[in-house]
């Protein structure tokens, strides 16, 4: 299951990089001759298209269940993405990256659903946070992938960036056969009455680990729901049962959706514009990065589960905004060498991608089960269409202007919004650890008088 659904996070990453990466190739392109705006505004598109399609197949996969949407967000993106490998000019290189991204963004909400259904509660935060921190295997995969593709010794220059896209494509390929064996959410189908099913899996993960459940647990009565999952069950759980945690996973979405578009999507103009990094050597820098931002989920994810969700959360969201604040100041004042500048971000993205995991883990388990897919479509969307879509078009031009002060600006709001996020945090964070989902947010199927 770990494999199957971590490979999500492993695509979306190799997106993300590639799309980074290639953004020297594109200006060079024949075909395309982008410019640094329209680079930005193409990876605006990505973002885009994962915001719109989180909602859509979101709201599906409450209806329809975790596992039929498995195949359907995963196809849409296997088919974008090797399409954006014959994109003609720019507009239609944006429209498939759209595309791409709303079948990531789809994959979001049905994945980020499963785990916390699937998990048991000791190992959820530690196990949620390294899936999500997987997004950096893909970094690190496109990025030696692109070190060779975009090498005009091996490839010519129009080319090397059309193969690229086709390792996510490769990749989707295999994870298909993967996700073949993983069963449906068995909490989905009981309030779908389908019992019989749930027991069935339940039983079978039970005999097969050896494990034989005590007798006397308390039990939550449940009803079937007559009607299908809609929008006013959506605004009960938000506005009238949990608002305070609304508030909470709203401002975490915003700021690690601005911090990472942000500067993660225009990393390589940065090398390329400030320091002469040559396209081809891009994915080399990129490297480093992409390992410590694997790094901190895998081994701050303990944490999580032991110490705490509220100190985790306020920590490393205060710990990413005031080193990120530090490095905007070197940056300005020209104390950086592309090497150095690496070595900064990578520190830095060590305890952000902790934080940026934290997010997801935070709205995937504190709101009822009933509307768990739709309400993570909601958040990422409204989190990532305020802080994530314009972001790279915004950066894209502050680079443009070819002035360090301008991106430092940019660089300080994004440390500004991370250290607001920490101060929700301390306010707000549930302490979810070690918890059952259906103690933290009580299913809205639940009947009067709760556990029996």
Not at 205 to 210: F, K, N, P
Not at 216 to 221: E, F, S, T
Not at 314 to 334: K, M, W
Not at 415 to 439: N, Y
Request: charged share 15%.
């Amino acid at each position: 299951m770990v494999t199957a659904l971590g490979i999500t996070w492993v695509l979306d990453g190799l997106e993300v990089t590639l799309a980074g990466a290639v953004s020297g190739a594109l200006k060079e392109s024949p075909a395309l001759h982008m410019s640094d705006a329209q680079v930005g505004a193409a990876a605006s598109a990505y973002v885009a298209g994962a915001v719109l399609g989180a909602c859509f197949f979101g709201w599906l996969t409450d209806l329809l269940g975790r596992r039929r949407l498995f195949f359907l967000t995963l196809g849409l993106y296997l088919v974008a993405t090797a399409a954006t490998a014959t994109a003609f000019n720019f507009h239609s290189y944006a429209l498939f990256r759209f595309l791409t991204g709303a079948g990531i963004g789809g994959e979001y909400a049905a994945i980020n659903s499963a785990i916390q259904e699937l998990i048991p509660a000791r190992y959820r935060g530690r196990t949620d946070l390294a899936i999500n921190g997987s997004f950096w295997v893909g970094a690190v995969v496109a990025s030696l992938g692109s070190s060779i593709l975009l090498n005009p010794a091996y490839f010519a220059p129009d080319l090397g960036w059309r193969l690229a896209f086709f390792i996510g494509a490769a990749l989707g390929v295999v994870i298909l056969i993967f996700r073949r064996w993983l069963p449906e959410s068995p909490r989905w189908l009981l309030v779908h009455g389908r019992e019989w099913e749930a027991e069935r899996i339940v039983s079978g993960l039970e005999r097969r680990m050896g494990v034989t459940v005590p007798a006397g647990l308390p039990r939550l009565r449940l009803r079937i729901r007559a009607n299908p999952v809609n929008l006013m069950d959506l605004a009960a759980s938000l506005f009238r049962h949990y608002p305070r945690r609304a508030v909470l996973g709203l401002t975490l979405m915003t700021a690690q959706a601005f911090f990472y578009n942000a500067i993660y999507f225009t990393y390589a103009l940065v090398l390329g514009r400030f320091f002469g990094i040559p396209s081809k050597d891009v994915g080399l820098y990129l490297l480093p990065f992409a390992l410590t931002n694997f790094l901190g989920p895998l081994l701050l994810g303990w944490l999580f589960d032991h110490w705490g969700r509220r100190p985790m959360i306020t920590f490393t969201y205060a710990i990413s905004g005031a080193l990120l604040g530090l490095t905007a100041l070197l940056f300005v004042n020209g104390m950086f060498t592309a090497v150095s500048q690496t070595a900064a971000f990578a520190v830095v993205f060590f305890f952000a991608s902790a934080a940026a995991s934290s997010a997801y883990l935070t709205v995937s388990e504190c709101f009822p089960l009933e509307v768990r897919a739709l309400t993570i479509a909601v958040f990422y969307a409204l989190g990532t269409g305020l802080g994530g879509v314009a972001a790279p078009w915004i950066f894209g031009t502050l680079i443009g202007t070819g002035k360090p002060a301008a991106i430092a600006g940019g660089y300080g709001f994004g440390a500004a919004l991370m250290l607001l996020a920490a101060v929700v945090a301390w306010k707000l964070a549930v302490p979810a650890e070690k918890r059952m989902l259906e103690d933290v947010a009580h299913p809205l199927s639940r009947v009067d008088g709760g556990e029996s």
